[in-house]
């Protein structure tokens, strides 16, 4: 006869439907590996597409996060990542240079040390506690576009206002032309789509900290008028 000893107890995981006890599941990670999550950080910051990336830097990117860098320094040496690129060193050590101008990269330790980190500001993977911690000891720096994100800015604003000012004055050569037809109704679609989207290049231009030249700046006081 099983002597019962008063008082234990345990905890089973049982099927209602069957009353079958059940083993329990381990807990499935926030990741297909296992390693956590990955974070990209977006809001007040100049967001990514509007840097004006190369496509070695989107790479060397990418390759930072396959290696574990957005939570860890990572060694890299241009001649060796070069090649798994489809790169030449000196196009790798440029991009390198650059994504540490822009802050998206981190140099950790001495200038000769060959070790980055993505910015914990911009990327992350693990725990939200271990991502606190590693922006109070790393004080990462804001992402700022430089001279050739600006460059790319200016000329994308002035493109567009010349699209636009060139699609206004083909709208009203057109409603000259034949008032109320099919083709001035057209023409007057596009030049409503491009002053919008050249009001949004110019804005966006600004916010980048663009210093807009005058027939720039005119341009966006005569549309919000």
Not at 4 to 12: D, F, I, K, N, P
Not at 138 to 148: H, T
């Amino acid at each position: 006869m099983a002597v019962t000893q008063r008082g234990a107890r345990r905890l089973e995981l049982v099927d209602l439907d069957t009353g079958e006890v059940v083993q329990r599941k381990q807990r499935v990670p926030h990741a297909f590996d296992g390693k956590g999550y990955t974070l990209e950080g977006h809001g007040v910051e100049v967001p990514n597409y509007r840097l004006n990336l190369s496509g070695t830097e989107w790479d060397v990117l990418d390759w930072m996060k396959q290696q574990g860098g957005c939570a860890n320094p990572i060694k890299l040496s241009p001649a060796e990542v070069a090649p798994l690129l489809c790169s030449t060193p000196n196009t790798v050590k440029a991009a390198v240079a650059r994504l540490l101008k822009l802050n998206l990269l981190l140099r950790i330790g001495g200038p000769r040390s060959g070790t980055y980190q993505l910015n914990p500001r911009r990327f992350w993977e693990g725990s939200g506690e271990d991502h606190v911690k590693a922006c109070r000891r790393m004080d990462p720096p804001a992402v700022v576009p430089d001279a050739k994100a600006l460059g790319t800015a200016l000329k994308a604003a002035q493109k567009a206002v010349s699209t636009a000012v060139e699609a206004a004055e083909a709208a009203e050569e057109a409603e000259e032309i034949a008032a109320g037809s099919k083709l001035a109704e057209k023409a007057r679609a596009t030049a409503q789509a491009t002053h919008e989207s050249a009001i949004l290049a110019v804005e966006t231009a600004a916010k980048l900290g663009v210093k807009l030249p005058v027939q720039l700046r005119r341009f966006v006081q005569e549309a919000t008028k």
